[in-house]
């Protein structure tokens, strides 16, 4: 029986995982839209060609 402050489980839900991505993406799609438009116009667009053939990320 698990502890009743326990933070984890066992086995992964479905919904909090696509939960979770979906926010990822929206916060890193905001973040690079930030990014872009007040910090280093252009930066984003520059960045992702880049990074995207090795299919490996920077």
Do not use: D, K
């Not at 995982?17 to 973040?31: C, K, P, Q, S, V």
């Not at 053939?53 to 920077?58: E, N, V």
């Amino acid at each position: 029986m698990p502890r009743s402050g326990s933070w984890f489980r066992r086995t992964p839900s479905p919904s909090l995982i696509l939960g979770y991505a979906a926010f990822e993406g929206a916060f890193l799609g905001f973040l690079s839209g930030v990014v872009s438009t007040y910090v280093a116009p252009g930066l984003v667009a520059q960045a992702v060609p880049a990074c995207s053939p090795s299919s490996r990320g920077c």
